[in-house]
């Protein structure tokens, strides 16, 4: 089964303090999907698409897409109505979009609703939210010491 490992190789600051102030990120592929339903599947349907930066947020129950990035992709609302959020900031409102967020690296790959976070509008670099809903398919190991986050479907 696979396995990646999560290291941060930024000019100027060690893996440890990298992952300190960045946190845990990755790649994942994000694109449209027309369905209402949740699915996971196995892998990837064979579409090319493109690669954002996503954290790692173990403190989110929902995993989430930056709304500009929804924009731009053109992905379709699930709901006419805004969904209530909490954060850290309080209770806000989001529009909630279809998509399917893939982390192909895993064989890995869930379509679903998924909330709009103001991550763009908030100057953060993460196009994404990796949420415990999507983190309950893996076993994580946050090693702070050097600066590691192993992420496996074993």
């Given amino acids: 089964m696979p396995t990646i490992s999560l290291?941060?190789?930024?000019?100027?600051?060690?893996?440890?303090?990298?992952?300190e102030f960045f946190g845990p990120t990755l790649q994942v592929g994000i694109r449209r999907h027309e369905s209402d339903s949740t699915t996971e599947t196995g892998g990837e349907s064979g579409?090319?698409?493109?690669?954002?930066?996503?954290?790692?947020d173990t403190g989110a129950r929902d995993s989430g897409i930056d709304s500009t990035l929804a924009e731009e992709l053109?992905?379709?609302?699930?709901e006419d109505v805004e969904r209530r959020a909490v954060g850290i900031l309080g209770v806000g409102f989001v529009d909630v979009y279809?998509?399917?967020?893939?982390?192909p690296e895993l064989g890995f790959s869930i379509a679903g609703r998924f909330p709009g976070v103001h991550l763009a509008e908030g100057g953060q670099p993460y196009r994404a939210?990796?949420?415990?809903?999507i983190l309950t398919n893996f076993a994580?190991?946050?090693?702070g010491r050097s600066g590691t986050?192993?992420?496996s479907n074993e």
Avoid at 129 to 133: M, S
């Fill in 129 to 133: 939210l990796i949420g415990r809903d």
């Fill in 7 to 19: 290291r941060l190789g930024i000019q100027g600051l060690s893996t440890t303090d990298a992952l």
């Fill in 98 to 103: 279809l998509a399917q967020i893939s982390i």
């Fill in 140 to 143: 994580m190991v946050y090693d």
């Fill in 74 to 78: 053109g992905l379709v609302h699930a």
């Fill in 47 to 56: 579409i090319l698409q493109m690669r954002y930066l996503a954290l790692i």
């Fill in 149 to 151: 986050v192993t992420l």
